[in-house]
């Protein structure tokens, strides 16, 4: 049995390198529909779900790990800007301030489903626009949500962080692991790696 990632996100895909797990991936070509009114948590959750879901349906021997993350920033989801105008609203909204992102992960497997959300506050240092009209221009931002990447350029512009930092990125590590260690995917010696 494998394990199947739900995401073509090149930053999961590192995230689970880095912590040594093998995968292979499965993206969802569904349309990704979520009910009015979701909690930011309770939407992250439920577009997790619904993209290991999709796989599951394809691999459904193997283990499935699906994710999705979005940004909140006072009451509002921020998802993948995808045009520059889009991004340089983001953008400016955040500078000076607070914001949180939300990263759902939903681990299948037969009929064990074990889905979360991890939440981490970010504050971005005030931007000028020269700051944030640049930025824009790098590309790095069109599609990522709220706008920028931290494990990229845009590691400049957080000030400060409350919570995981993997989660940021798109994957929180130290959750997703308990996940698999509690699926049986993983051993604590990992001499049980599927």
Partial sequence: MKLILASQSPRRHDILHWMGIPFET???????????????????????????????????????????????????????????????????????????????VALLHGTHSDVRSCATKVRFRPMSETEIDWYVSTGEPLDKAGAYGLQGLGCVFVESMEGNYFNVIGLPAPMVYEMLLKAGFLSEDRKELK
């Fill in 26 to 104: 499965e993206v969802c070509t569904e349309p990704e529909t979520v009910e009015p009114g979701l909690s930011p948590s309770e939407t992250v959750q439920a577009l997790a779900l619904h993209k290991a879901s999709f796989a599951q349906k394809l691999h459904p021997e193997d283990y499935i790990l699906g994710s999705d993350t979005i940004v909140e920033l006072d009451g509002e989801i921020l998802g993948k800007p995808h045009t520059p105008e889009r991004a340089k609203s983001f953008l400016s909204r955040m500078q000076g301030h607070e914001h949180t992102v939300y990263t759902g």
